[in-house]
């Protein structure tokens, strides 16, 4: 199974960009699916962003489409996720994931659909 450390996060203001990290050990990564969530204070955890292992395929959120963007470097066992005009709105601990599955839009966004998890990374947008 792989383990996810994700880095990046800070504090930044309304219209700042950031490059999440996502940072993974384990044989399985190049195999495996990878997205973002992020969970705001008081909130459930949301599906932010998706990517099959050979980039191929993609999802994302609506909240974020157009602004985000996910990548993957297999070869540093890394997976990105580029933060554009950020808004308040887009506070939250941003969180890795990976999963051995693909499936639909609606299988991607789920938690439950992951089997590995990093610690966290807090993005603070101040307005």
């Known amino acids: 199974q792989v383990q996810l450390v994700e880095s990046g996060g800070g504090l930044v203001q309304t219209g700042d960009s950031l490059r999440l990290s996502c940072a993974a050990t384990?044989?399985?990564?190049?195999?495996?699916?990878m997205a973002w969530f992020r969970q705001a204070p008081g909130k459930d955890r949301e599906f932010v962003a998706a990517?099959?292992?050979?980039?191929?395929?993609?999802f994302y959120a609506d909240s974020v489409k157009g602004r985000f963007t996910i990548s993957r470097d297999n070869a540093k066992n890394t997976v990105y996720l580029q933060m554009n005009s950020l808004k308040p709105e887009d506070t939250a601990v941003y969180y890795c994931?990976?999963?051995?599955?693909?499936?639909?839009?609606?299988?991607?966004?789920?938690?439950?659909?992951?089997?590995?998890w990093g610690q966290g990374t807090q993005v603070t947008v101040s307005s």
């Open positions: 994931a990976a999963t051995r599955s693909w499936g639909r839009a609606s299988f991607m966004t789920m938690t439950t659909f992951y089997n590995a």
């Open positions: 990517l099959s292992w050979g980039s191929r395929s993609t």
């Open positions: 384990g044989e399985t990564f190049s195999t495996s699916n």
